[in-house]
Protein backbone atom coordinates (compact mmCIF):
# COMPACT_ATOMS: atom_id res chain seq x y z
CA UNK A 1 0.00 0.00 0.00
CA UNK A 2 1.22 2.89 -1.04
CA UNK A 3 0.78 6.40 -2.46
CA UNK A 4 0.32 6.34 -6.30
CA UNK A 5 3.09 9.28 -6.56
CA UNK A 6 2.56 9.63 -10.17
CA UNK A 7 -1.63 10.70 -9.86
CA UNK A 8 -1.00 12.35 -6.45
CA UNK A 9 1.19 15.51 -6.15
CA UNK A 10 2.65 15.24 -2.63
CA UNK A 11 1.25 18.35 0.15
CA UNK A 12 1.10 19.46 3.24
CA UNK A 13 -1.82 19.68 5.36
CA UNK A 14 -1.65 21.42 8.75
CA UNK A 15 -3.90 20.33 11.82
CA UNK A 16 -4.31 24.00 12.58
CA UNK A 17 -2.82 27.11 10.78
CA UNK A 18 -3.93 29.99 12.93
CA UNK A 19 -2.85 32.46 10.65
CA UNK A 20 -5.23 32.03 8.31
CA UNK A 21 -7.90 32.39 10.38
CA UNK A 22 -5.97 35.88 11.74
CA UNK A 23 -6.12 37.04 8.17
CA UNK A 24 -9.86 36.44 7.84
CA UNK A 25 -10.57 38.15 10.52
CA UNK A 26 -7.67 40.91 10.49
CA UNK A 27 -9.59 44.01 10.26
CA UNK A 28 -11.70 43.00 13.63
CA UNK A 29 -8.86 41.75 15.42
CA UNK A 30 -6.84 44.21 14.84
CA UNK A 31 -10.02 46.78 15.73
CA UNK A 32 -10.44 45.75 19.08
CA UNK A 33 -6.64 45.26 20.33
CA UNK A 34 -6.26 48.41 18.89
CA UNK A 35 -9.21 49.62 21.25
CA UNK A 36 -8.01 47.56 24.43
CA UNK A 37 -4.76 49.12 24.09
CA UNK A 38 -5.57 53.17 23.34
CA UNK A 39 -7.90 52.59 26.81
CA UNK A 40 -5.46 50.75 28.63
CA UNK A 41 -8.39 48.02 29.10
CA UNK A 42 -6.40 45.54 30.61
CA UNK A 43 -7.83 43.80 33.50
CA UNK A 44 -11.90 43.01 34.32
CA UNK A 45 -13.19 45.88 31.93
CA UNK A 46 -15.75 46.00 28.93
CA UNK A 47 -14.60 43.52 26.81
CA UNK A 48 -14.89 40.74 29.65
CA UNK A 49 -18.05 41.86 30.38
CA UNK A 50 -19.53 42.22 26.89
CA UNK A 51 -17.96 38.59 26.10
CA UNK A 52 -19.37 37.21 28.98
CA UNK A 53 -22.95 38.46 28.27
CA UNK A 54 -22.78 37.44 24.50
CA UNK A 55 -21.06 33.55 25.65
CA UNK A 56 -23.90 32.91 28.03
CA UNK A 57 -26.39 34.69 25.48
CA UNK A 58 -24.94 31.78 23.30
CA UNK A 59 -24.73 29.12 25.00
CA UNK A 60 -28.46 29.67 26.75
CA UNK A 61 -27.43 30.26 30.91
CA UNK A 62 -27.86 33.23 32.38
CA UNK A 63 -24.54 33.76 33.64
CA UNK A 64 -20.85 33.45 32.06
CA UNK A 65 -17.51 34.03 34.36
CA UNK A 66 -14.34 34.56 32.24
CA UNK A 67 -11.60 32.76 33.73
CA UNK A 68 -7.74 31.68 32.84
CA UNK A 69 -8.59 28.38 31.29
CA UNK A 70 -10.76 25.05 30.99
CA UNK A 71 -8.72 23.55 33.72
CA UNK A 72 -9.91 26.67 36.50
CA UNK A 73 -13.40 26.37 35.22
CA UNK A 74 -13.32 22.85 36.19
CA UNK A 75 -11.61 23.29 39.60
CA UNK A 76 -13.47 26.44 40.39
CA UNK A 77 -16.45 24.53 39.45
CA UNK A 78 -16.18 21.66 41.80
CA UNK A 79 -15.11 24.09 44.92
CA UNK A 80 -18.13 26.07 44.21
CA UNK A 81 -20.09 22.92 44.48
CA UNK A 82 -18.46 22.71 48.15
CA UNK A 83 -16.38 19.12 46.45
CA UNK A 84 -13.42 18.24 48.46
CA UNK A 85 -11.78 15.83 50.96
CA UNK A 86 -13.72 12.31 50.97
CA UNK A 87 -16.10 13.17 48.23
CA UNK A 88 -15.68 11.16 45.16
CA UNK A 89 -16.48 12.45 41.74
CA UNK A 90 -17.09 10.04 38.23
CA UNK A 91 -15.09 11.49 35.30
CA UNK A 92 -14.22 9.52 31.62
CA UNK A 93 -11.83 7.40 31.44
CA UNK A 94 -11.19 8.91 27.80
CA UNK A 95 -10.43 11.92 28.14
CA UNK A 96 -8.13 14.90 28.14
CA UNK A 97 -6.43 14.12 32.05
CA UNK A 98 -7.44 18.08 33.11
CA UNK A 99 -10.85 16.70 33.47
CA UNK A 100 -9.46 14.33 36.20
CA UNK A 101 -6.61 16.63 37.97
CA UNK A 102 -9.07 19.52 38.97
CA UNK A 103 -11.06 16.75 40.84
CA UNK A 104 -7.45 15.86 42.61
CA UNK A 105 -6.38 19.48 43.04
CA UNK A 106 -10.28 20.60 44.53
CA UNK A 107 -8.95 17.42 47.38
CA UNK A 108 -11.50 15.32 46.04
CA UNK A 109 -11.07 11.46 44.59
CA UNK A 110 -12.04 10.55 41.00
CA UNK A 111 -13.56 7.31 40.29
CA UNK A 112 -13.15 6.57 36.51
CA UNK A 113 -15.76 5.23 34.05
CA UNK A 114 -15.08 3.63 30.83
CA UNK A 115 -16.70 5.67 27.62
CA UNK A 116 -19.02 3.90 24.74
CA UNK A 117 -18.19 3.66 21.05
CA UNK A 118 -18.93 7.43 20.88
CA UNK A 119 -15.98 8.26 22.70
CA UNK A 120 -18.42 9.67 25.40
CA UNK A 121 -18.76 8.39 29.00
CA UNK A 122 -20.80 5.19 28.84
CA UNK A 123 -23.78 5.93 31.07
CA UNK A 124 -24.80 2.41 31.80
CA UNK A 125 -21.30 2.05 33.76
CA UNK A 126 -22.21 4.73 35.91
CA UNK A 127 -24.67 3.53 38.76
CA UNK A 128 -22.14 0.88 38.83
CA UNK A 129 -19.54 3.15 39.99
CA UNK A 130 -21.50 5.65 42.69
CA UNK A 131 -20.68 5.05 46.50
CA UNK A 132 -22.25 6.51 49.58
CA UNK A 133 -19.08 9.02 48.64
CA UNK A 134 -20.23 10.06 45.23
CA UNK A 135 -20.89 13.63 44.85
CA UNK A 136 -20.69 14.77 41.84
CA UNK A 137 -20.14 13.59 37.40
CA UNK A 138 -18.02 15.43 35.30
CA UNK A 139 -19.28 14.42 31.66
CA UNK A 140 -17.26 15.32 29.03
CA UNK A 141 -18.34 16.24 25.47
CA UNK A 142 -15.71 15.03 23.37
CA UNK A 143 -14.42 16.27 19.97
CA UNK A 144 -17.82 18.20 19.69
CA UNK A 145 -20.54 15.51 20.23
CA UNK A 146 -22.82 15.95 23.77
CA UNK A 147 -22.72 12.68 25.92
CA UNK A 148 -26.22 11.28 26.72
CA UNK A 149 -27.49 13.94 28.83
CA UNK A 150 -31.12 13.02 29.24
CA UNK A 151 -29.71 9.71 30.98
CA UNK A 152 -27.01 11.29 32.96
CA UNK A 153 -29.51 13.88 34.48
CA UNK A 154 -32.01 11.14 35.48
CA UNK A 155 -28.79 9.36 37.38
CA UNK A 156 -27.36 12.62 38.98
CA UNK A 157 -30.80 13.65 39.93
CA UNK A 158 -31.87 9.86 41.33
CA UNK A 159 -28.74 9.70 43.90
CA UNK A 160 -28.48 13.79 44.30
CA UNK A 161 -25.54 14.47 42.38
CA UNK A 162 -23.85 17.55 41.25
CA UNK A 163 -23.22 18.02 37.36
CA UNK A 164 -20.24 19.93 36.32
CA UNK A 165 -19.86 19.68 31.92
CA UNK A 166 -16.82 19.52 30.77
CA UNK A 167 -18.08 20.82 27.56
CA UNK A 168 -14.34 22.33 26.80
CA UNK A 169 -14.51 20.69 23.16
CA UNK A 170 -18.47 21.59 22.14
CA UNK A 171 -19.20 24.57 22.01
CA UNK A 172 -22.26 24.87 20.08
CA UNK A 173 -23.02 21.81 20.41
CA UNK A 174 -26.58 20.34 21.53
CA UNK A 175 -29.69 18.23 22.51
CA UNK A 176 -33.18 19.06 21.39
CA UNK A 177 -31.98 22.49 20.98
CA UNK A 178 -30.69 22.29 24.69
CA UNK A 179 -26.76 23.93 24.22
CA UNK A 180 -23.67 22.01 25.33
CA UNK A 181 -22.75 23.89 29.13
CA UNK A 182 -26.77 24.64 30.12
CA UNK A 183 -27.43 21.19 30.96
CA UNK A 184 -25.57 20.91 34.63
CA UNK A 185 -24.65 23.52 37.37
CA UNK A 186 -22.18 24.93 35.28
CA UNK A 187 -20.40 24.54 31.75
CA UNK A 188 -16.84 24.77 31.43
CA UNK A 189 -15.21 26.02 28.92
CA UNK A 190 -11.79 26.51 26.99
CA UNK A 191 -10.19 28.85 24.95
CA UNK A 192 -7.13 27.33 23.84
CA UNK A 193 -6.46 28.08 20.77
CA UNK A 194 -7.11 24.71 19.08
CA UNK A 195 -10.67 24.60 20.47
CA UNK A 196 -13.66 25.17 18.63
CA UNK A 197 -13.42 29.14 19.81
CA UNK A 198 -9.67 29.31 20.21
CA UNK A 199 -8.29 32.30 21.71
CA UNK A 200 -4.48 33.60 21.18
CA UNK A 201 -3.41 32.27 24.39
CA UNK A 202 -4.79 30.53 27.38
CA UNK A 203 -8.65 31.23 28.36
CA UNK A 204 -11.79 29.60 29.79
CA UNK A 205 -15.23 29.96 31.38
CA UNK A 206 -18.38 28.69 33.10
CA UNK A 207 -21.34 29.12 32.30
CA UNK A 208 -24.08 28.28 34.71
CA UNK A 209 -27.82 29.39 35.69
CA UNK A 210 -26.76 29.67 39.69
CA UNK A 211 -26.38 32.89 40.79
CA UNK A 212 -24.34 31.69 43.68
CA UNK A 213 -22.12 29.90 41.24
CA UNK A 214 -21.66 32.85 39.32
CA UNK A 215 -20.88 35.18 41.84
CA UNK A 216 -18.36 32.29 43.67
CA UNK A 217 -16.17 32.14 40.67
CA UNK A 218 -16.13 35.81 39.77
CA UNK A 219 -14.43 36.71 43.66
CA UNK A 220 -12.49 33.34 43.74
CA UNK A 221 -10.71 34.55 40.27
CA UNK A 222 -9.43 37.97 41.54
CA UNK A 223 -8.45 36.07 44.58
CA UNK A 224 -11.68 35.93 46.97
CA UNK A 225 -12.01 39.39 46.63
CA UNK A 226 -15.73 41.15 46.01
CA UNK A 227 -14.38 44.28 43.89
CA UNK A 228 -16.88 46.49 45.17
CA UNK A 229 -16.29 46.04 48.68
CA UNK A 230 -12.79 45.13 48.86
CA UNK A 231 -13.75 41.93 51.29
CA UNK A 232 -12.33 38.55 51.00
CA UNK A 233 -15.21 36.19 50.58
CA UNK A 234 -12.00 32.91 50.83
CA UNK A 235 -8.78 31.69 49.95
CA UNK A 236 -9.08 32.52 46.22
CA UNK A 237 -6.97 32.19 43.15
CA UNK A 238 -5.47 34.49 40.00
CA UNK A 239 -7.11 33.02 37.63
CA UNK A 240 -9.37 35.64 35.41
CA UNK A 241 -9.71 36.14 31.83
CA UNK A 242 -7.77 38.71 30.40
CA UNK A 243 -9.37 41.47 28.76
CA UNK A 244 -8.06 41.66 25.65
CA UNK A 245 -8.17 38.08 25.34
CA UNK A 246 -11.79 38.23 25.59
CA UNK A 247 -11.83 41.24 23.41
CA UNK A 248 -10.42 38.70 20.72
CA UNK A 249 -12.67 35.91 21.74
CA UNK A 250 -15.96 38.33 21.44
CA UNK A 251 -14.77 39.13 17.62
CA UNK A 252 -14.36 35.12 16.76
CA UNK A 253 -17.63 34.16 18.77
CA UNK A 254 -19.80 36.63 16.09
CA UNK A 255 -18.27 34.37 13.65
CA UNK A 256 -18.35 30.62 15.54
CA UNK A 257 -22.65 30.43 13.56
CA UNK A 258 -20.20 30.10 10.50
CA UNK A 259 -17.37 27.84 11.31
CA UNK A 260 -19.55 25.46 12.73
CA UNK A 261 -21.32 25.62 9.23
CA UNK A 262 -17.35 24.54 7.24
CA UNK A 263 -16.53 22.08 10.15
CA UNK A 264 -19.98 20.10 9.04
CA UNK A 265 -19.13 20.99 5.44
CA UNK A 266 -16.11 19.02 5.69
CA UNK A 267 -17.06 16.35 8.12
CA UNK A 268 -19.52 15.51 5.51
CA UNK A 269 -16.95 15.43 2.69
CA UNK A 270 -14.80 13.00 4.96
CA UNK A 271 -18.14 11.05 5.22
CA UNK A 272 -18.80 10.57 1.46
CA UNK A 273 -14.94 9.89 0.78
CA UNK A 274 -13.81 7.93 3.20
CA UNK A 275 -17.47 5.50 4.47
CA UNK A 276 -16.40 2.35 2.11
CA UNK A 277 -13.16 1.71 3.96
CA UNK A 278 -14.42 -0.87 6.94
CA UNK A 279 -11.20 -0.69 8.27
CA UNK A 280 -11.72 2.91 9.49
CA UNK A 281 -14.66 4.49 11.48
CA UNK A 282 -15.88 7.85 11.38
CA UNK A 283 -17.20 9.61 14.40
CA UNK A 284 -20.97 9.95 12.67
CA UNK A 285 -23.72 9.02 15.14
CA UNK A 286 -27.10 8.52 14.61
CA UNK A 287 -29.42 9.65 17.44
CA UNK A 288 -32.02 12.04 17.04
CA UNK A 289 -31.95 15.62 18.32
CA UNK A 290 -28.33 15.51 19.15
CA UNK A 291 -26.14 18.12 17.12
CA UNK A 292 -22.08 17.26 16.18
CA UNK A 293 -20.21 20.68 15.66
CA UNK A 294 -17.05 18.46 14.72
CA UNK A 295 -14.09 20.45 17.05
CA UNK A 296 -12.40 17.40 15.77
CA UNK A 297 -12.96 14.68 13.51
CA UNK A 298 -11.66 11.61 15.07
CA UNK A 299 -11.52 8.42 13.37
CA UNK A 300 -10.47 4.42 14.41
CA UNK A 301 -7.81 2.94 12.13
CA UNK A 302 -7.90 -0.87 13.29
CA UNK A 303 -4.23 -0.33 12.05
CA UNK A 304 -3.93 2.15 14.72
CA UNK A 305 -0.25 3.35 14.28
CA UNK A 306 0.59 2.13 11.00
CA UNK A 307 -2.80 4.60 9.75
CA UNK A 308 -1.37 7.25 11.32
CA UNK A 309 2.03 7.30 10.91
CA UNK A 310 1.07 6.73 7.35
CA UNK A 311 -0.36 10.13 7.40
CA UNK A 312 2.15 11.94 8.59
CA UNK A 313 5.06 10.29 6.04
CA UNK A 314 2.50 11.65 3.59
CA UNK A 315 2.56 15.14 4.87
CA UNK A 316 -0.59 15.27 6.54
CA UNK A 317 -0.69 16.67 10.13
CA UNK A 318 -2.51 14.14 12.73
CA UNK A 319 -3.33 14.12 15.65
CA UNK A 320 -3.30 10.56 17.49
CA UNK A 321 -4.16 11.73 21.10
CA UNK A 322 -4.43 9.82 23.65
CA UNK A 323 -1.98 6.62 23.02
CA UNK A 324 -1.38 5.97 26.40
CA UNK A 325 -4.29 6.81 28.35
CA UNK A 326 -4.09 9.18 31.36
CA UNK A 327 -4.76 6.68 34.03
CA UNK A 328 -1.82 4.76 33.00
CA UNK A 329 1.03 7.36 33.66
CA UNK A 330 1.92 5.89 37.25
CA UNK A 331 2.95 9.78 38.96
CA UNK A 332 -0.96 10.57 38.37
CA UNK A 333 -1.57 7.59 40.78
CA UNK A 334 -5.33 6.67 39.47
CA UNK A 335 -6.81 3.19 39.79
CA UNK A 336 -7.03 1.42 36.64
CA UNK A 337 -10.47 -0.41 36.90
CA UNK A 338 -9.87 -1.68 33.62
CA UNK A 339 -11.38 0.27 30.72
CA UNK A 340 -11.02 -1.93 27.38
CA UNK A 341 -13.09 0.50 25.70
CA UNK A 342 -10.87 3.47 26.42
CA UNK A 343 -7.92 1.11 25.54
CA UNK A 344 -9.23 -0.17 22.01
CA UNK A 345 -9.94 3.76 21.17
CA UNK A 346 -6.77 4.69 22.33
CA UNK A 347 -4.92 2.58 20.64
CA UNK A 348 -6.98 3.23 17.27
CA UNK A 349 -7.61 7.20 17.53
CA UNK A 350 -6.60 9.51 14.30
CA UNK A 351 -7.60 13.15 14.29
CA UNK A 352 -7.86 14.20 10.72
CA UNK A 353 -7.06 17.72 9.91
CA UNK A 354 -10.24 19.52 10.81
CA UNK A 355 -10.63 23.26 11.32
CA UNK A 356 -12.66 26.27 9.42
CA UNK A 357 -9.66 27.38 7.80
CA UNK A 358 -8.48 24.49 5.89
CA UNK A 359 -9.21 24.41 2.02
CA UNK A 360 -11.10 21.76 -0.18
CA UNK A 361 -7.86 20.97 -2.12
CA UNK A 362 -6.33 20.08 1.53
CA UNK A 363 -9.24 17.94 2.44
CA UNK A 364 -9.36 16.36 -0.92
CA UNK A 365 -5.57 15.37 -0.31
CA UNK A 366 -5.86 14.26 3.35
CA UNK A 367 -8.89 11.20 1.93
CA UNK A 368 -6.37 10.70 -1.32
CA UNK A 369 -3.61 9.45 1.10
CA UNK A 370 -6.36 7.92 3.69
CA UNK A 371 -7.34 6.24 0.63
CA UNK A 372 -4.19 5.29 -0.49
CA UNK A 373 -3.26 3.32 2.82
CA UNK A 374 -5.88 1.24 2.18
CA UNK A 375 -5.25 0.34 -1.73
CA UNK A 376 -8.32 2.55 -2.53
C1 LIG B 1 -8.87 21.55 26.57
C2 LIG B 1 -9.62 20.71 27.52
C3 LIG B 1 -9.57 20.94 28.90
C4 LIG B 1 -8.67 21.96 29.54
O1 LIG B 1 -8.70 23.22 28.99
P1 LIG B 1 -7.45 24.21 29.20
O2 LIG B 1 -7.98 25.51 28.77
O3 LIG B 1 -6.34 23.71 28.36
O4 LIG B 1 -7.12 24.18 30.66
C5 LIG B 1 -10.34 20.15 29.71
N1 LIG B 1 -11.10 19.18 29.22
C6 LIG B 1 -11.17 18.91 27.90
C7 LIG B 1 -12.05 17.82 27.41
C8 LIG B 1 -10.41 19.66 27.02
O5 LIG B 1 -10.44 19.36 25.71
Not at 90 to 116: E, K, Q, Y
Not at 199 to 221: C, H, K, Q, S
Amino acid sequence: MSVRRDTVERKTVKFVVPSRTYSALKEELDAVYFDVMAKGALIDREHLKNFEANLANFVGTKYAVGLNSGYDALHVSLRAAGIGPGDEVIVPAHTFVATCSAVVNAGATPVLVDVADDFNIDVTKIEPAITSETRGIIPVHLSGWMADMPALMTIARKHDLVVVEDACQSLGSSINGKGAGSWGLTGCWSFYPFKILGGYGDGGAITTNDEEVALYARRMRYNGEDRKTGEYHGHGFTCLLDNLQAAFLDVKLRHLPSSIVRRKAIAGRYRDALSDLSDLTLPHYTRPGFDHVYQNYTVRSRQGNAFSEYMKMNGVEVLTQFRKPYYRHAALKLVDRGFPVTEAISREVCSLPMAVETADDEVEYVIQVARAFYGK
